[in-house]
């Protein structure tokens, strides 16, 4: 085996190893609508728009079919500066409490413009 083969397979395993939270969430894209249903502790990934800041960690985000709770802790961000215009992607986890749903942030990040305009082309 090549020393070129044989340090890419090193490689992937490392990176494989060192993400295993992202291997829990799917590259579906899942709706407000649709979280709104699912189990708690349900894995989702969600594109839209953080449209209010609620309180310290409690937003209020937004898709085409409708609004949840979102809590988001400072550091998972990605240090990125998002205001309510910028189309996000957002992984986390469902909780369901007595009377509502919320999704549990893992990672916010702002979509590119290059999918933001693929998005809106639909």
Do not use: C
């Not at 090549?2 to 992202?22: C, D, N, Q, Y």
């Not at 799917?26 to 209010?52: P, R």
């Not at 992607?89 to 990672?107: C, P, R, Y």
């Amino acid at each position: 085996m090549s020393k070129f083969v044989m340090i890419s397979l090193v490689t992937i395993a490392a990176f494989g190893l060192l993400s295993p939270a992202h291997s829990e969430y799917n590259q579906t894209i899942n709706q407000v609508a649709e979280v709104k249903t699912m189990e708690d502790g349900s894995y989702v990934n969600m594109q839209g728009y953080i449209v209010e800041k609620l309180d310290n960690e409690s937003y209020n985000f937004q898709d085409s079919t409708g609004n949840i709770l979102l809590l988001i802790n400072d550091e998972d961000w990605n240090a990125e500066s998002i205001t309510s215009k910028d189309l996000v992607e957002v992984q986390g986890e469902v909780h369901n409490g007595w009377t509502d749903v919320e999704v549990k942030a893992d990672m916010v990040s702002k979509y590119a413009p290059r999918l933001k305009k693929q998005l809106s082309q639909k």
